[in-house]
């Protein structure tokens, strides 16, 4: 974890360790947890009406969430990811996090609800809407300088920054070693220190046949390579269900594209990735594709299961070379709007150019 990573967590750090566990596994033969159901009448009491107002404290904060953002797919999806962590630490301490959280609280700020319960908000945000050709007109162009990804050390630090497909969504599509395609629906990056951090919406787009396999017959969820600190949290979050991954997510604007959410952490000094991310979205859950070891960490599984997992997951990745090589382009984004200049309407019928409306058919 690097120094920057870890000031952005330090409210984390000052909670109690009591506090961070999840009181599900701390719970005796009777059902109680120990140390409060030990503590006098009066101490109780008072921990109960804290309890209460931290609670309020959650749900404004939830419900704030749910309704800020400019209300385009990007920014959204950023807020479905903080209300899931708030829940989290409202319901479970600290230490049932998903892995995603490692990728996506970058674009978070960590703070405290009344000194003592963690929480994350969005960090400051500036929304953008890009025209696709337009754009991959420009960082083709024969008339443009080389991109240096190190030019983006000059983005304001700890700012989001959203960019918007125009259009239909379907207008921007890739091709990937799978076979389907893949469409993009917006980009989002921020820059802590000397690391970018991004975040691509889109979806990989199946056959007729492939969807109705993945809608007819979700798989069971296993909890058997889950952390043993989550797993008396998620089996209660099964228990309100079927306890299967549930059916894809489509992504907003299409029939058969399973939402999906690319990201990663680029180095601009080194130009390098740190890791990347893929997570394909069910109704219940993620499914979930990264190079990260971390991952590994906690599992219960002996070190050649834990070797063939990486070997297969490595593998699975390849397959979604393109979304990688994507993402390097679509970080010249800035660079782009860097470059384009507003012309009013009036300019433009003064100067005597020929315009023509043209207008175009379809949803979006």
């Known amino acids: 974890m690097n120094e920057d990573r870890k000031k952005r967590l330090l409210p984390i750090a000052r909670i109690h360790p009591i506090a961070r566990g999840d009181h599900r596994n701390k719970l005796d033969e009777r059902g109680k947890v120990p140390f409060i159901d030990n503590m006098r009448r ?62 996506m609280e970058p674009f978070c700020e960590v703070g405290l609800i009344k000194d003592c319960a963690p929480c994350v908000r969005i960090a400051p945000e500036h929304n953008h ?8 007109n420009h960082i083709t162009s024969s ?103 549930g059916k894809p997510r489509v992504l907003e604007g299409t029939d058969r594209t399973i939402r999906a959410i690319v990201c990663g952490e680029f180095d601009l000094t080194s130009r390098k990735h740190i890791g ?10 993620f499914e979930v594709l990264c190079d990260n070891p971390e991952i590994f960490r906690t599992s219960d599984l002996k070190a050649g299961e834990i070797e063939e997992m990486r070997s297969i997951m490595i593998e699975r990745m390849e397959e979604y ?30 100067s005597g150019l020929n315009i023509t409306r043209v207008s175009k058919g379809g949803r979006g």
């Open 42 to 103: 009066a101490e109780r009491r008072k921990l109960k009406r804290e309890a209460k107002r931290i609670s309020v404290g959650y749900v404004k904060l939830i419900r704030s969430l749910q309704k800020s953002g400019c209300g385009f797919p990007i920014d959204q999806a950023i807020r479905e990811f903080a209300v899931e962590y708030n829940h989290r630490f409202a319901s479970s301490g600290t230490e049932t996090q998903p892995v995603n959280f490692d990728y």
């Open 129 to 136: 809407v890009f025209n696709v050709s337009d754009f991959f």
């Open 143 to 245: 008339e443009q300088p080389e991109f240096d990804p190190i030019a983006l050390l000059k983005l304001p630090n700890d700012k989001i920054w959203h960019f918007t497909t125009n259009g239909h969504v379907m207008d921007l599509r890739f091709a990937m070693d799978t076979g389907n395609e893949f469409v993009v629906s917006g980009f989002s990056m921020i820059r802590r220190g000397s690391s970018m951090h991004w975040i691509l919406l889109g979806g990989e787009t199946l056959s007729p046949e492939e969807w109705k396999e993945r809608t007819d017959a979700p798989r069971k969820l296993d909890l058997g390579d889950v952390p043993p600190e989550k797993r008396a949290f998620l089996n209660e979050a099964l228990e309100r269900g079927d306890r299967t991954i």
């Open 276 to 285: 990347r991310c893929l997570l394909m979205e069910s109704d219940n859950s």
């Open 321 to 350: 070379a393109v979304l990688w090589n994507l993402s390097d382009g679509l970080l010249q984004l800035p660079d782009y709007f860097s470059r384009a200049y507003a012309i009013s309407m009036e300019d433009l019928m003064e």
